[in-house]
């Protein structure tokens, strides 16, 4: 049996597992309380209550992930994982976040489920071989292999940026301040000559079906987004999955998540999430 209090002392870490297999945070909660309702139902001593609820919620991850693969194949435009907005500087939120980027993500989206499971487990959580093996009921050897191609996979294709959160955020708010500004000639200063854009709108509001690509490009891609008619619109700096970004309120509700990479003082990658299904998470702000 698990108690109460031991399962919320392992909740920040079952949430981290869940929401890095499935970049939906309101997924990553559904799981943690189903984790919890089946352990809370267990009769019997547990005697590694930390393994029993990471194997919980990791197979129960495995599963959502599996009956999620048709809807994924369906989605319209580029596909975004539901973003961690934090207040800047918010340590007990951002220490969970600053290894989850938006970008990071989407390079574990395109691992198989099991190849993610053993890489967020063994490369994030620290759990070895033999305890993944455990977790999934498989092969130790088998388990490696699976845990070394994963790796190598991520290690190609993972966004590697060593920029200081401190000119990270500096970058950031100047390019934000060149937009609502419309001050174009900044914004391209401020932009890599091969800054890609991303917007994820699902199908339901507007967005680029497509990468935008180039500083001229984006740059008048941005623009014309901050100067639609919107009926009190609020810009607030915030973190989002540990990197400097901002959240667009329309009438106090959440209309846009944004934030960006930076590289050499400029903005190499900027990811757009307007899906409102991947905003619900988020509460209204004051107009």
Same mark, same amino acid.
């Given at each position: 049996?698990?108690?109460?209090?031991?399962? #919320?002392?392992?909740?920040?870490? =079952?949430?981290?597992?869940?929401?890095?297999?499935?970049g939906?945070?309101?997924d990553?909660?559904?799981?943690?309380?189903?984790?919890?309702?089946?352990?809370?139902?267990?009769?019997?001593?547990?005697?590694?209550?930390?393994?029993?609820?990471?194997?919980?919620?990791?197979? $129960?991850?495995?599963?959502? =992930?599996?009956s999620?693969?048709?809807?994924?194949?369906?989605?319209?435009?580029?596909?975004?994982?539901?973003?961690?907005?934090? #207040?800047?500087?918010?340590?007990?939120?951002?220490?969970?976040a600053?290894?989850?980027?938006?970008?990071?993500?989407?390079? $574990?989206?395109?691992l198989?489920? *099991?190849?993610?499971?053993?890489?967020?487990?063994?490369?994030?959580?620290?759990?070895?071989?033999?305890?993944?093996?455990?977790?999934l009921?498989? /092969?130790?050897?088998?388990?490696?292999?699976?845990?070394?191609?994963?790796?190598?996979?991520? !290690?190609?294709?993972?966004?590697?940026?060593?920029?200081?959160?401190?000119v990270?955020?500096?970058?950031?708010?100047?390019?934000?301040a060149?937009?609502?500004?419309?001050? $174009?000639?900044?914004?391209?200063?401020?932009?890599?000559?091969?800054?890609?854009?991303?917007?994820?709108?699902? /199908?339901?509001?507007?967005?680029?079906?497509?990468?935008?690509? /180039?500083?001229?490009?984006?740059?008048?891609?941005?623009?014309?987004v901050?100067? !639609?008619?919107?009926?009190?619109?609020?810009?607030?700096?915030?973190?989002?999955?540990?990197?400097?970004? $901002?959240? *667009?309120?329309?009438?106090?509700?959440p209309?846009?998540?944004?934030?960006?990479?930076?590289?050499?003082?400029?903005?190499? #990658?900027?990811?757009?999430?307007?899906?409102?299904?991947?905003?619900?998470? =988020?509460?209204?702000?004051?107009?």
């Open positions: 049996m698990i108690d109460t209090t031991t399962f #919320e002392q392992h909740r920040r870490m =079952l949430f981290g597992i869940a929401y890095r297999m499935l939906s945070v309101a990553a909660e559904d799981l943690v309380q189903d984790t919890w309702l089946r352990c809370s139902q267990v009769s019997t001593a547990v005697d590694n209550p930390a393994g029993y609820l990471t194997r919980t919620v990791t197979n $129960l991850a495995l599963n959502r =992930l599996t999620a693969a048709a809807t994924r194949e369906r989605y319209v435009g580029p596909w975004m994982p539901e973003p961690l907005v934090t #207040e800047p500087d918010a340590a007990d939120e951002v220490e969970m600053e290894s989850v980027s938006l970008a990071m993500l989407v390079v $574990l989206d395109s198989s489920p *099991l190849e993610r499971a053993v890489f967020v487990l063994k490369e994030v959580f620290g759990f070895s071989f033999k305890e993944i093996a455990g977790i009921e498989r /092969g130790e050897a088998s388990v490696r292999q699976v845990g070394h191609r994963a790796r190598a996979h991520v !290690q190609t294709r993972r966004p590697r940026y060593d920029t200081p959160a401190e990270r955020r500096q970058v950031t708010d100047e390019f934000l060149a937009c609502i500004g419309g001050d $174009l000639n900044r914004m391209m200063e401020l932009l890599a000559p091969d800054v890609t854009a991303w917007s994820d709108g699902g /199908g339901k509001v507007k967005a680029a079906l497509r990468p935008q690509r /180039g500083a001229d490009k984006v740059a008048r891609f941005l623009a014309a901050v100067t !639609q008619p919107m009926d009190h619109p609020r810009v607030h700096a915030v973190d989002v999955n540990g990197r400097p970004g $901002l959240l *667009l309120t329309i009438a106090g509700l209309d846009t998540v944004a934030c960006a990479e930076v590289a050499d003082g400029r903005i190499t #990658e900027i990811r757009i999430i307007r899906n409102p299904d991947k905003l619900r998470h =988020l509460q209204p702000r004051p107009r």
